[in-house]
């Protein structure tokens, strides 16, 4: 809708062109008055019209000299000149200065109807050209930015030779981002950013909250290998807050948290933490060496993920982590060590390796110095000492392949390397549990073979069948009862009566030969266990089915 101003000394002819047309419907939404072309300019320079209705003869100062003034500052105004035939004159060269019609008085209805329609598109007209404008002065605006990001990112990450980086810089500070005393890299995380905002949301965000310059670029389309952040900041910092730059970024980052969360994305957040991380290298007094700036930003940021930190990490923070851990190293070394022989051993023996997995990883996060490389290092090693376990078996499985080094540095968390070692120690406990379970069956079907042949045996007993297998009877126990159920007694007893059943049932041998013939001499012992398990007496079970 647009804004119109009417300037008209004459009292009654002022408020009759306020209700003559209806404005309204036209697409005017606001109408102004004016009484002389001093209180006129006034009022145009405060409602900044779309269209001003001015007469001409007026006291004080004349609607030409109004106008005229009017558009010096404000250009795109568009004036309609009120004439009388006596001053036709005058309305020729209000024309000639850049009114766009004139309406003869007494003004008619349909006259001023027409005029103003007209006047009304041409307004509509310059506002779509105003905005085709606009949209393509903020395309070209976009893809400067755009350009200017990635040479940025290139500047980061010492891309191009000495003469491409200077144009960078120097176009850095054509666009006001040097305007500064040192300059800093800041890397964001996105996990924690909910909704997560887009590039340049981020850096509306960023420039709001520092009240400065802001450069922003999408961590994902050029951060580097390894780089987990969503953003990349360059940020601009004055002499006073170089040793406060850390106290800015949480400033940002509590803004970020306060962002407003959809009840899905708080959801997903309750159920999977996410880690809110700021990463800041140490500032550079000179833009050429800002990429030293990034690579500590990289590094502590890469630190405070794998390490499962939050908030803001600076670079010293790494650093003096990892001076702790230099203090540390021996005792951190033997404990490692004595860990990693209970792991071995717990394996070896069937145990359960979850606990000592639970400390071995405890230690490793207690000593966040320790570094990824050499954790994975360290955890390679135990890997390949308890693999040699389960060969030659685990040589054959993919999931204890030996490049153990490169599956763990694929991890960029610490929790991402004990997910894998969990793996393949789980594994191996699987294969190593298989060798004992095929051993163990070969033992019990040798044990089961020989019982079948030597039912009629009256010497077969446990310790026998332990001799006859080269084991000792306590183990043969053990593992026959575990895999059947049963002892080898209970084994024995069962097949000799199952066996006297059978010979009852088809046979007409006398009770005491079938006793002699399964390996139990004494017929009456016989006859008592018998009964127990077939619920009558060898002679009442022959009587029984022969009927």
Not at 152 to 159: A, E, I, S, T
Not at 340 to 352: F, I, N
Not at 392 to 403: D, F, G
């Amino acid at each position: 809708m647009f804004r119109m101003l009417i300037v008209e000394d004459e009292r009654w002819e002022r408020e009759g062109l306020v209700e003559f047309l209806d404005w309204e419907s036209m697409g005017i939404s606001v109408v102004e008055t004016a009484a002389d072309g001093i209180e006129g300019l006034d009022k145009a320079l405060e409602l900044k019209p779309d269209i001003i209705i001015t007469d001409i003869q007026m006291p004080g100062r004349n609607g030409i000299e109004m106008a005229k003034l009017v558009m010096e500052q404000l250009p795109g105004v568009r004036i309609v000149v009120l004439t009388g035939y006596d001053d036709f004159g005058f309305a020729r060269e209000a024309l000639r200065f850049g009114a766009v019609d004139y309406v003869l008085k007494p003004v008619a209805e349909e006259e001023m109807l027409g005029t103003m329609l007209k006047v009304v598109q041409g307004c509509e007209d310059q506002l779509l050209k105003r905005r085709e404008e606009e949209l393509i002065r903020l395309e070209k605006d976009a893809v400067h930015h755009l350009s200017l990001r990635q040479q940025v990112m290139d500047l980061l990450l010492g891309r191009g030779g000495g003469e491409t980086q200077q144009q960078t810089i120097n176009e850095l500070r054509d666009n006001g981002y040097l305007e500064a005393d040192a300059f800093s890299v800041w890397l964001c995380s996105g996990p924690g950013l909910l909704p997560k905002p887009d590039t340049m949301e981020m850096e509306q965000i960023a420039r709001s909250v520092l009240g400065r310059q802001v450069l922003v670029h999408s961590a994902a389309a050029g951060a580097g290998k390894g780089i987990h952040a969503a953003f990349v900041l360059l940020i601009a910092l004055q002499q006073d807050e170089v040793s406060m730059q850390a106290q800015l970024a949480e400033q940002l980052l509590q803004a970020l948290h306060l962002r407003p969360a959809s009840a899905d994305d708080m959801a997903r957040e309750q159920i999977d933490p996410p880690g809110r991380i700021i990463s800041i290298g140490s500032p550079r007094e000179d833009i050429a060496f800002i990429s030293e700036s990034y690579r500590e930003s990289q590094s502590a940021f890469n630190f405070a993920v794998f390490n499962g930190l939050g908030g803001v990490v600076a670079a010293d923070g790494e650093q003096a982590a990892r001076k702790q851990f230099t203090k540390d190293s021996e005792v951190f070394t033997q404990q490692f060590r004595e860990l990693a022989k209970r792991l071995r051993h717990d394996l070896g023996s069937g145990g359960a390796t979850g606990p000592v997995m639970d400390e071995l990883f405890t230690l490793l996060a207690a000593h966040p110095g320790a570094g990824r490389s050499y954790i994975a290092s360290l955890l390679g090693g135990v890997i390949e000492s308890c693999s040699s376990l389960a060969m030659p078996a685990a040589q054959a499985t993919t999931a204890v392949a030996t490049n153990h080094m490169e599956a763990l540095l694929a991890g960029s968390r610490l929790p991402d390397m004990r997910a894998y070692t969990a793996g393949v120690i789980g594994e191996m406990a699987r294969l190593l549990e298989e060798k004992r379970n095929r051993k163990d069956d070969y033992l019990i079907n040798r044990v089961i073979d020989l019982i079948e042949q030597q039912y009629g045996n009256q010497d077969l007993s446990l310790a026998y069948l332990a001799g006859e297998v080269f084991v000792s009877p306590n183990h043969l126990g053990m593992v026959f009862k575990k895999k059947t159920g049963k002892t080898p007694s209970e084994y024995i007893q069962e097949y000799r009566l199952a066996r006297a059943e059978e010979m009852l049932r088809t046979t007409k041998q006398r009770i005491a030969v079938v006793a002699e013939q399964i390996g139990i001499p004494n017929p009456s012992y016989f006859g008592l266990l018998y009964k127990q398990v077939y619920g009558m007496t060898p002679g009442e079970y022959r009587e029984f089915v022969q009927r």
